[in-house]
């Protein structure tokens, strides 16, 4: 069984720096891709940023380019999601979630929702003075 765990969620100013944590356990072997959606009060969830498992490519949402990143600990089953230049727009909660390794490429690239199989719990990011 799959089990997806976010940590590291906050309060924040803005300007400042955040990393949330994503733990897999369970059948890590058959994922293909692992992202991070984010989905603020009122709004319909979106994605962050994801990573090919297969050849560790990483995308990025147009609104986070150049401020986050999504690094891995392949060892530790973990993927990050490094927030820095934080801004009050960027407050939600963020959601960690895994495609298996039959979701092609470009639906993992392009973080399409129903594209993953494996959702975590989430955590709160509040960014404000």
């Known amino acids: 069984q799959v089990r997806l765990v976010e940590s590291g969620g906050g309060l924040v100013q803005p300007g400042g720096s955040l990393r949330l944590s994503c733990a897999a356990s369970g059948f890590t072997s058959t994922f293909g891709g692992i992202a991070w959606f984010r989905q603020a009060p009122g709004k319909e969830r979106e994605g962050v940023s994801s990573?090919?498992?297969?050849?560790?490519?990483?995308h990025y949402a147009d609104s986070v380019k150049g401020r986050f990143t999504i690094p891995r600990d392949i060892a530790k089953n973990l993927v990050y999601l490094q927030m820095n230049s934080l801004k009050p727009e960027d407050t939600a909660v963020y959601y960690c979630?895994?495609?298996?390794?039959?979701?092609?490429?470009?639906?993992?690239?392009?973080?399409?929702?129903?594209?993953?199989?494996?959702w975590g719990q989430g955590t709160q990011v509040t960014v404000s003075s």
């Open positions: 990573i090919s498992v297969r050849d560790g490519k990483m």
């Open positions: 979630a895994a495609a298996t390794d039959a979701t092609p490429n470009f639906f993992i690239a392009n973080m399409r929702i129903r594209s993953y199989d494996y």
